[in-house]
């Protein structure tokens, strides 16, 4: 642990600054629950009038506090902070917090003044929470240094779950969804507008913690990825999961974009490629948030994912229920193998179909268990689940019984295969004695469906990867003619010509495709900028006039750089290639159906750029537009092979800080061992 985790988790004098007498005010709250909830160690209240602060002694300023502080709480107006956090620095105090908002997201002169904030921390050492943040609580501490109303509550359950939120009303609400069902927490952080520490850098502080198994996240935006990389990092060496549940989109919306990429690879979906790259578990809902720790707990990411399970219920309609949720989420639920089926008839249960349907059977506790232990010799799955039904809401013990006595016998055996539980009715003693046992169980199908799905999707952090730098020039406003140069120089050539103007058809080999060349015009069937198909030098000429004329009544603003000829050229398939430099995450690859109906519909995937063959081709697979081109009921086969190696090619722009998107759409994919063409290109320089 280093002094930056005791500071902020582990204070034993801590200064109030802007501390009310008056009980029923917002800044009297983090001293009331601080001593209501057990903190046992020095609260400074500061206030420029009062001697005593609720029975505490009071003082004027920070700087009369007798001693070293280790932590300081905010709770003054914006107006009055600047003042206050020099004189903390000032005093040498390590962390501190600040609880008022009107700062970066309140537009420039609160964007400036958050600006001089971190200024005079940094130069003074001192880090600081927020603003706009609602504290922190180390429950297993007993420090609840926070304004949030949850803490009204008369008893915190304690845990060995960290949560992180860059919301603070969220805090509270999350800390009181886990305690009917028996979930605690062991440290729970407001991090606000993240001007200094992100919730990356905290979590990060908690992954050595030995109270902490888990690390949640409630994230808004990512800020600082480099911080979330090495949490996640070091997270997994440690073997404590991180869970992510991320809402919102950043401003830089495909609305931006100047390419398909751009409007496809949309900030959302870029860290999802973020999360999956890190080894962070993503969940949907915020049910899954707290449900998913129990089943990843004490475990590691699967080598290789069937994307099945097996299912067995004490409640036909709620089998049901759970069977089609996880369709939804692209889990299958699977009927039994020939060794589970072995071992079920041995039993002496009958089984047929996806579900293991036991209402009839009986389900006392020795025969749910026998059922569970033969499903989990099936070789085919990644997990049983067990659907129970009106008994765990009026018999709780029965109702999981059968469930504990699977899984004490699995780990007898040494089986890895997990066992989780979807209760059907309102059952929280049912659902307490399962987290008592760490055995996940959920409320919904939903949220069963999307914990299950994120477990078979969890994989260990990626191995760093960088991107040689690519020697190539690029003008400051590229056309498709520069774009195809620099996309050349990554292994990617398709033959071309550039005419400068209508009368120059200097092309040998016919039909081919005219396009106009324009820095300015991403999208050139739009203003009638592309024409295909054009037989001999004449129509070339006529078809170039006539294209300069439309253009140029159509897009007067674009400036117009000549002409692109290329011949034509079929191939077996059309994919979109492209990458983009995210403001979240940093640079990212696209794969995925191509040609004009692109963003229509949406078939893509993305990885964190610069990706190596084999995550190339498991883009590939992603893909649904093609997957018919690996030949699927006996269509002949696509280049795949060229297809991961520009792939490939691409992602290696990383390398290059200077471009902001490029794209191929489409990249025309040849019968197998015909390679790929380049039918379209672009690129767009990044912002000085």
């Known amino acids: 642990m280093n002094a930056l985790h005791a500071a902020l988790f582990e204070p034993r004098r801590i200064a109030l600054i802007g501390a009310s007498a008056d009980p029923t005010r917002l800044t009297a709250r983090a001293q009331l629950y601080l001593r209501k909830h057990g903190f046992d160690g020095e609260i400074f209240p500061v206030h420029p009038r009062e001697s005593q602060v609720l029975g505490e002694r009071a003082y004027p300023t920070v700087t009369d506090i007798p001693g070293p502080v280790d932590f300081a709480y905010i709770l003054l107006n914006t107006p009055h902070v600047e003042g206050v956090v020099n004189a903390i620095a000032a005093k040498g105090i390590p962390a501190a917090c600040v609880l008022a908002d009107g700062f970066a997201e309140a537009g420039p002169e609160g964007a400036a003044l958050q600006a001089r904030l971190l200024a005079t921390a940094r130069a003074a050492d001192l880090r600081l929470l927020g603003p706009n943040s609602m504290g922190l609580i180390n429950l297993n501490a007993r420090i609840a240094c926070s304004v949030n109303a949850a803490l009204e509550a008369d008893s915190l359950p304690a845990g060995r779950i960290a949560l992180v939120s860059q919301s603070g009303s969220m805090m509270g609400a999350i800390m009181s969804r886990g305690a009917p069902r028996g979930i605690g927490f062991s440290h729970i952080v407001g991090t606000g507008n993240e001007a200094d520490l992100t919730a990356g850098e905290v979590a990060g502080l908690l992954v050595d913690d030995p109270q902490v198994d888990a690390i949640l996240l409630f994230l808004e935006a990512i800020r600082a990825p480099e911080h979330y990389a090495d949490l996640a990092r070091r997270a997994h060496a440690a073997g404590k999961p991180v869970i992510v549940y991320k809402l919102g989109r950043s401003p830089y919306g495909a609305e931006l974009a100047t390419s398909h990429t751009g409007a496809l690879a949309g900030s959302d979906a870029a860290a999802e490629a973020f999360f999956r790259a890190h080894g962070i578990a993503r969940v949907a809902t915020l049910e899954a948030l707290l449900e998913l720790p129990a089943l990843l707990i004490g475990r590691r990411p699967m080598a290789r994912a069937h994307r099945a399970v097996a299912v067995t219920t004490t409640t036909g309609g709620g089998g049901a229920m759970a069977v089609d949720c996880l369709g939804v989420a692209g889990i299958e639920a699977r009927a039994p193998d020939p060794a589970a089926a072995a071992l079920l008839d041995a039993a002496g249960i009958h089984h ?114 960088t991107a040689p730098a690519i020697a190539h020039d690029l003008p400051a406003k590229p056309d498709e003619a520069d774009a195809r140069r620099l996309f050349a120089a990554l292994g990617l050539a398709s033959p071309f010509a550039v005419l400068a103007g209508p009368q120059d058809a200097a092309v040998t080999a016919y039909p081919v495709a005219l396009k106009i060349l324009s820095p300015d015009l991403a999208h050139k069937t739009e203003v009638g900028g592309v024409k295909l198909g054009i037989a001999d030098a004449d129509a070339l000429r006529q078809e170039a006039a006539a294209m300069q004329y439309r253009v140029a009544r159509m897009a007067p603003e674009a400036s117009l750089t000549g002409f692109l000829v290329q011949p034509m050229v079929k191939g077996l398939g059309e994919a979109i290639l492209g990458f983009r430099r995210d403001p979240e995450v940093g640079p990212v690859v696209m794969l995925g159906t191509g040609g004009v109906t692109a963003e229509l519909f949406r078939d893509v995937t993305l990885r964190l750029a610069p990706v190596d063959l084999s995550e190339a081709e498991a883009m590939i697979a992603e893909v649904k537009g093609l997957r018919p081109l690996a030949g699927w009921r006996g269509l002949p086969r696509g280049d795949l092979v060229a297809l991961a190696q520009a792939v490939v090619a691409v992602s290696r722009l990383a390398g290059r800080a200077d471009i902001a998107e490029a794209e191929i759409n489409p990249l025309i994919i040849g019968p197998e061992g015909a390679g790929v063409t380049v039918a379209d290109a672009w690129v767009v320089r990044s912002s000085p």
């Open 352 to 465: 047929h179909g996806r579900l293991l349907d036991l209402t009839l059977a009986g389900a006392k506790p020795d025969r749910v268990a026998a059922a569970i232990g033969a499903l989990q010799a099936a070789t085919d799955t990644d997990l049983v689940l067990s659907v129970i039904g009106s008994s765990a809401q009026f018999k709780p013990q029965d109702a999981v019984a059968g469930i504990l006595r699977a899984r004490d016998a699995a780990r007898a055996s040494g089986a890895e295969k997990p066992i989780a539980a979807f209760l059907v009715p309102q059952a929280d003693a049912s659902l307490a004695l399962l987290a008592a046992e760490g055995i996940a169980a959920f409320r919904t199908p939903e949220s069963a469906a999307d914990c299950i799905r994120a477990w078979c999707d969890w994989t260990a952090p990626r191995a760093d990867a």
